[in-house]
């Protein structure tokens, strides 16, 4: 139990171009979801975290307007990377939260998003 | 006081041998310290969690020490395997609030055969 899917896997963009990133909660709902970016060889940095039917909060330095989050259903959220550039070439991994117990995150096996 | 301090940066064990990952916080609002494995390209899958009340907690292989007086804790791997090569992060949280994960800085371990 407690599966979390992303989809794509693995995406190449141009510059410039939008990209979408599902996260999916298969077994559970999720009352919270965190989006997460990872450089190689570093920790998870923590974007931002969504909550079903609100606005997402943004963690301090990151562009809302980059990055929209949208937190549709108890199951999904999404993330899209808005006129992406090189420098947006990251690992992006999402996790969900159980209403109880509230502080257990289940992850996302992540995506890979490189930006030509 | 938001930081989770980890350390090693990286260890190199011998099979069979003990994995020790230590991690400090300042922050005594924390309440929940879960470890988490990751493999390259994968995303972390959680290992073992522990709260202030308990000072250990074993789950197989894997145990978490807590010393809340000197807010630490700590991931002791024991019977070390070449499978458990990975990076470990450390990760506290606070009850209340979002509460989102304030993660360390990641270990990574590589246990030769």
């Known amino acids: 139990g407690a599966v979390v899917s992303q989809h794509p896997s693995r995406v190449i963009c141009k510059s410039g171009t939008s990209v979408k990133i599902e996260c999916r909660s298969l077994d559970f709902q999720a009352t919270t979801m965190f989006w997460y970016r990872q450089f190689p060889k570093q920790s998870l940095m923590l974007m931002a975290t969504s909550n079903e039917g609100s606005k997402a909060t943004y963690e301090q330095g990151v562009e809302k307007d980059k990055f929209l989050i949208n937190h549709a259903s108890l199951t999904l959220s999404t993330l899209t990377v808005t006129s992406a550039h090189p420098e947006d070439s990251s690992f992006y991994i999402c996790?969900?939260?159980?209403?109880?117990?509230?502080?257990?995150?289940?992850f996302g096996p992540g995506t890979r998003l490189t930006v030509l | 006081q938001q930081q989770v301090k980890q350390s090693p940066q990286s260890l190199i064990v011998q099979k069979g041998g003990i994995s020790i990952i230590n991690c400090a916080y300042e922050n005594t609002a924390f309440d929940y310290f879960p470890w988490y494995q990751q493999f390259p390209g994968k995303g972390p899958a959680l290992l073992i969690a522990?709260?202030?009340?308990?000072s250990e907690k074993k789950e197989g292989r894997f145990t978490i020490s807590f010393n809340k007086s000197a807010k630490q804790f700590s991931l002791h791997i024991m019977d070390s395997q070449p499978g458990d090569s990975a990076t470990y992060f450390c990760?506290?949280?606070?009850?209340?609030?979002?509460?989102?994960?304030?993660f360390g800085t990641g270990t990574r371990l590589k246990v030769l055969a």
């Open positions: 990760a506290a949280s606070m009850g209340s609030g979002t509460y989102k994960y304030i």
């Open positions: 522990i709260r202030p009340d308990v």
């Open positions: 996790s969900a939260s159980l209403v109880l117990p509230p502080n257990e995150q289940f």
